[in-house]
């Protein structure tokens, strides 16, 4: 989850309040924040935001709400948009490799120390949350006083442009030679791996402004000095680059600025005008809201509540209904249910009655339970737990443990925001493996385990696949062997009672060593393997001592 720390005295100039930090302590969770940290002798507070709302990456997203929640400023902030005059062209070139670009201009900037900190930390979060790392948006940040409009977004081949990149070394390279040898490059040119052409900016006199996603040309350098901005974000989502150049201006206008927006033509024909600030109308039933969180608001009450969030609203012609209006710096909203969940927050969760209806006292799931019991044995066994991601990297979940899958066996990830985290976890030892690794200079041995889901395709279900929970246990040092995991085994079996309804039987698995791995029958039936991880797997894994592990299914225990 992401954070960002506050200023006591800054955030008080942005709401017009003065505040405590034990007031905010309260009050930060009911605009959906958590605190993280205190620091009442420098007067700072953090908290964290969930990723879903980039519009709280600034204290002054989090000033708007506060005002809101203080009724000091309700419903969709005015901003005063302006036309700059100024136009960008979009040849048709660049729908091959990144299809959308939108710009504004900000004009009078006079930041302080505090707010160019603010600025870089929001472009970094609109990169990460809703940029997915800049493949989905990139945003470029220019001078607009070193260039000449109007400008051009267009693709050319990669050994085609040369220009001096931002943070290079002094001398004009082509953009092939900026993907091979520029820090940026390297990080950012799997983006455009693939493709044929590249997309750049040039203004009027052919000068470059960016090559984007990758880095921006060294003319349009952003000092101290400069007052004045053109904004660029490109990317192969339109509605998430209209989303963060509205975030990132509104921003910029908390802080004094003055935003203009730009007119981009596409050579199609149509053409739009950015940023555009216009709300989004919803039409939501006032029965649904009211079920969902257990009220009776009336019409009214229900407006009250939704200018407290910040949003605007007004009774519909349809009975009953409500127009909401949604601010364009809000991409979270995608649902009806939305809806409720923002009324409850402007009536208050605080207000909402307590209350426990017939049949409604909760109690563990009995995998929950089992679970937990199964955490209290290994514990009792001397092991640390961890907790890893259930998405997982393909070649490290597979080809790292010598185990070779077909993409039909696996529940892929269509659209995964890293190769990082692009396949669901089938078993939970590549992932203790993993955590190993990051570990290795730590003092041995190392003893963990891991009880957790994996994802499993099972077409008999309506979703295509299933959840099991596992058991995983792994021990590394240089002593670390079969007899050691096995009496791990013991000691698990005799914990359930299962002492006599259990073997061990040799077996094949080219994760393990041949001849140091079992798999294990309960009552006949596999449930699970062990035995010492094959050398292979240890040099994939850059381990230098043995490990021993295994993995059980653990719904086999429950009764």
């Known amino acids: 989850m992401p954070t960002l720390e506050l200023k006591i005295d800054r955030l008080e100039k942005l709401v017009g309040k003065e505040l405590e930090i034990s007031e905010l302590e309260y009050d930060l969770q009911w605009i959906s924040l958590d605190l993280e940290d205190i620091n009442e002798e420098e007067q700072k507070i953090k908290v964290e935001y969930n990723p879903n709302r980039p519009d709280f990456a600034s204290p002054e997203g989090i000033a708007r709400a506060l005002k809101g929640y203080y009724e000091i400023e309700e419903a969709i902030p005015k901003y005063d948009l302006k036309d700059s005059g100024i136009t960008l062209n979009v040849d048709p070139s660049v729908k091959k490799v990144r299809p959308y670009i939108v710009c504004g201009v900000v004009r009078n900037v006079d930041l302080d120390e505090d707010e160019v900190a603010t600025l870089m930390n929001i472009q970094e979060q609109l990169h990460w949350a809703v940029g997915r790392d800049r493949k989905k948006v990139a945003i470029g940040v220019h001078n607009?006083?070193?260039?000449?409009?109007?400008?051009?977004?267009?693709?050319?081949?990669?050994d085609s442009v040369s220009f001096e990149p931002l943070h290079g070394d002094g001398y004009p390279m082509n953009l092939e030679e900026i993907l091979l040898l520029h820090e940026k490059g390297i990080e950012y040119a799997h983006i455009l791996e693939g493709k044929e052409v590249y997309p750049i900016i040039f203004d009027k006199k052919d000068q470059v402004l960016s090559f984007p996603p990758i880095i921006n040309g060294v003319i349009t350098t952003v000092t101290d000095e400069t007052k004045n901005l053109f904004l660029d974000l490109t990317g192969t989502d339109f509605k998430a680059v209209n989303l963060a150049l509205n975030i990132l201006t509104t921003t910029l206008s908390d802080m004094g600025a003055t935003i203009e927006a730009v007119t981009v033509n596409y050579k199609t024909g149509e053409s739009i005008v950015t940023p555009n600030l216009k709300p989004t109308k919803w039409e939501v039933d006032s029965n649904y809201i009211n079920d969902y969180i257990g009220l009776d608001l009336s019409l009214n009450e229900m407006i009250k509540c939704f200018?407290?969030?910040?949003?605007?609203?007004?009774?519909?012609?349809?009975?009953?209904?409500?127009?909401?209006?949604?601010?364009?710096v809000r991409g979270d909203i995608i649902h009806p249910v939305d809806f409720a969940e923002e009324c409850a927050i402007g009536y208050g969760y605080y207000n909402l009655?307590?209350?426990?209806?017939?049949?409604?006292?909760?109690?563990?799931?009995?995998?929950?339970?089992?679970?937990?019991?199964?955490?209290?044995?290994?514990?009792?066994?001397?092991?640390?737990?961890?907790?890893?991601?259930?998405?997982?990297?393909?070649?490290?979940?597979?080809?790292?443990?010598?185990?070779?899958?077909?993409?039909?066996?696996?529940?892929?990830?269509?659209?995964?925001?890293?190769?990082?985290?692009?396949?669901?976890?089938?078993?939970?030892?590549?992932?203790?493996?993993?955590?190993?690794?990051?570990?290795?200079?730590?003092?041995?041995?190392?003893?963990?385990?891991?009880?957790?889901?994996?994802?499993?395709?099972?077409?008999?279900?309506?979703?295509?696949?299933?959840r099991k929970l596992k058991l995983a246990v792994a021990t590394y040092h240089e002593d670390s062997g079969f007899t050691e995991i096995r009496s791990v085994l013991d000691f698990i079996m005799n914990s359930f009672g299962h002492s006599q309804n259990f073997e061990v039987q040799p077996g094949n698995n080219p994760t393990y060593l041949e001849g140091r791995y079992g798999e294990?029958?309960?009552?006949?039936?596999?449930?699970?393997?062990?035995g010492e991880i094959h050398p292979e797997v240890l040099q994939n894994f850059k381990l230098e001592f043995p490990v021993a592990a295994l993995e059980i299914d653990c719904e086999n225990f429950i009764d």
């Open 353 to 466: 009655p307590k209350t426990i209806r017939e049949g409604c006292i909760g109690r563990y799931h009995p995998i929950q339970t089992l679970a937990n019991k199964i955490r209290t044995i290994m514990i009792g066994a001397g092991y640390l737990e961890v907790l890893n991601f259930i998405l997982s990297n393909s070649t490290r979940h597979y080809k790292f443990m010598r185990n070779e899958k077909n993409e039909e066996q696996l529940v892929q990830i269509a659209n995964p925001v890293s190769k990082e985290y692009n396949t669901t976890r089938t078993a939970l030892l590549p992932k203790l493996l993993e955590t190993i690794q990051f570990n290795r200079s730590e003092e041995k041995p190392i003893r963990i385990f891991e009880v957790g889901d994996v994802i499993l395709l099972a077409p008999e279900e309506e979703t295509g696949a299933k």
């Open 520 to 530: 294990i029958l309960l009552h006949g039936n596999k449930i699970g393997e062990l």
């Open 307 to 328: 200018k407290k969030v910040r949003m605007d609203a007004e009774k519909s012609k349809k009975k009953g209904h409500l127009n909401v209006y949604v601010p364009a």
């Open 144 to 158: 607009i006083d070193a260039i000449e409009p109007p400008f051009l977004y267009t693709a050319v081949k990669p």
